[in-house]
DNA sequence: TTCTAAATTAGAATAAAATTCTTTAAACAC
DNA sequence: GTGTTTAAAGAATTTTATTCTAATTTAGAA
């Protein structure tokens, strides 16, 4: 795998933060004509840099505003329980996030809902039916201070 | 503000999936032409249900895949703290997340780093470097196992 | 330094996509 | 039922992405 450059660093730096502008655009942005532009995007695409394109949707609108940090230990430490509880959650939609950490807990998860009746429902009704859990602890998040992605 | 239908929900979660599809595919899979789709896009955007659109990249690769989650004390809870906190974890690029939380810390951060060394430094010399938290606690991650943006 | 080969760029040409516009169809109120 | 509004389809146009060729730059060897 090649190395990347300033100009590359400088792309995907851009791309970050707003995929939409066109090649002539980066192209001014970095001093490049497009074609060399749409090139190094493509190269930095197929060798992995870039993994993908999404959109960003506005949780609050989509009744997904409340957040929680939902810290998971498990009933029993044995690859089988551990592999249920992974499947488990990966079908649970208000699951956005999963975390494997180190500390107290095994597992971390950020939760989206869209209010406190949602969060204590998926609690009951979705985590409660989950076998492989044996605790679970809740982190309430009363403001999003920094999002490098939102 | 306008409600929004099925089909638009369609196109949300697609769009949310991969932003690259061309309305003509987007066309297909919702089983429209191509214009009421351009339309659709167009009016969920400057309705705000879309906010941006990004390139998602590869963390290992860019030498940023040692992820850990960092929680925050501030010394005292003014606002004084509190905004000087917020004014200084802006400008540390290796912070990606941030939020003010319930519980036993005030903040939960999350931090991308190199490896072990590089978050050694950042906490020494950027967090260290911020006075108004009072004490941290680092929890670090050995796996990513869900992601539904990455 | 000078020459050669490889890699990179610019700019034109082409293909594909986005965007606009006009016509047609459907939904709704009266 | 008729008139009115809304949304869709399909064609036309504009813009952008993509490809191609020639020129330039760069890196390395002599």
Do not use: W
């Not at 002539?24 to 992995?48: C, Y």
């Not at 998860?109 to 985590?127: E, I, P, R, T």
């Not at 309430?140 to 920094?146: L, N």
């Amino acid at each position: 795998m090649e190395h990347i450059d300033d100009i590359d660093l400088q792309l995907l730096n851009i791309l970050h933060d707003n995929s939409k502008y066109t090649v002539k655009e980066l192209a001014k942005m970095v001093n490049l004509s497009a074609s060399p532009v749409f090139e190094r995007i493509k190269r930095l695409e197929n060798n992995g840099y870039i993994k993908k394109y999404i959109a960003l949707l506005d949780a609050e609108k989509l009744n997904r505003g409340f957040i929680v940090f939902c810290n998971i230990k498990l009933k029993q430490h044995d690859r089988n329980i551990g592999n249920q509880f992974v499947n488990d959650i990966m079908k649970i939609e208000e699951i956005v996030e999963c975390y494997n950490i180190s500390g107290d807990y095994d597992f971390l998860m950020k939760v989206s809902a869209k209010d406190m009746k949602h969060y204590q429902d998926f609690v009951f009704n979705k985590l409660g039916s989950v076998e492989s859990i044996g605790s679970t602890q809740s982190t309430f998040v009363m403001a999003e201070i920094k999002n490098m992605y939102g």
